[in-house]
């Protein structure tokens, strides 16, 4: 069974500073996506960026970056010059090629501070 | 921008009472999902649907639990006699199909269950 797992429950950055968040998964699957999912307040499901696990290249969406490392099974975001706006639950979450459904980990709060 | 929606944003509703949520996937989407969060927890899969019928369902979708897609357009959650751990945010997603793994599945604004 594939599984996800945030260690960080809580983290807090100064606004404008980098945070990185991290993620690690277990599968036997070869060909897998990784999404890292952003909630905050409104509890809204926003996604933030992913990752197809046969590319070697991270993905980048402006000020999201992800570090993917198949091998390790490893799926870290970092988030760039912080803003206020950035202070959310962030959900790491597995996707198979079989099912296609969501294996979500257990969150991480991020705080940015002023 | 299309987008799912969901009805209500939140229904309150007595202990062994049956509840139906409702979602309007996007529209050209084709495979459809419900999951729950309880409060402070993590999303969880419920079931996942397609081409009129259930393609997975978790453990905790059990005999209280049915969906359906009665006109084509709608994607319902059935709880037939609500417990009060049925309390959570559920939340429907849609998917489209295509040759590529990266379709991801977009999700509606949730309904907010309260079980008294």
């Known amino acids: 069974a594939q599984t996800v797992t945030q260690s960080q429950p809580e983290m807090s950055v100064q606004e404008a500073e980098t945070v990185t968040l991290s993620c690690t998964y277990d599968t036997s699957e070869n060909n897998y996506y990784l999404f890292w999912y952003k909630q905050p307040p409104s509890r809204q499901m926003i996604l933030v960026i992913r990752?197809?696990?046969?590319?070697?290249q991270n993905a980048t969406e402006n000020r999201f970056s992800v570090n993917f490392q198949k091998a390790a099974k490893s799926f870290s975001l970092k988030i760039s010059d912080s803003q206020l706006g950035d202070t959310a639950m962030y959900f790491c979450?597995?996707?198979?090629?079989?099912?296609?459904?969501?294996?979500f980990g257990t969150g991480t709060r991020l705080k940015v501070l002023a | 921008e299309p987008e799912v929606t969901q009805t209500p944003s939140h229904q309150v509703t007595q202990m062994g009472q049956e509840v139906i949520l409702r979602c309007v996937p996007i529209?050209?989407?084709?495979?459809f999902y419900w999951y729950r969060q309880i409060l402070g927890q993590k999303v969880e899969f419920l079931v996942s649907f397609y081409n009129n019928e259930i393609s997975e369902k978790s453990e905790i979708f059990d005999d209280q639990f049915s969906v359906e897609r009665p006109d084509g357009s709608n994607f319902t959650l059935k709880i037939r006699s609500t417990k009060l751990e049925d309390s959570a945010m559920y939340f429907c997603?849609?998917?489209?199909?295509?040759?590529?793994?990266?379709?991801?599945?977009?999700f509606g604004p949730g309904t907010r269950l309260t079980v008294l």
């Open positions: 529209s050209n989407h084709l495979y």
């Open positions: 979450a597995f996707m198979t090629s079989g099912t296609y459904k969501y294996i």
């Open positions: 990752q197809e696990a046969y590319k070697q």
């Open positions: 997603a849609s998917r489209a199909t295509g040759p590529r793994l990266d379709n991801e599945q977009f």
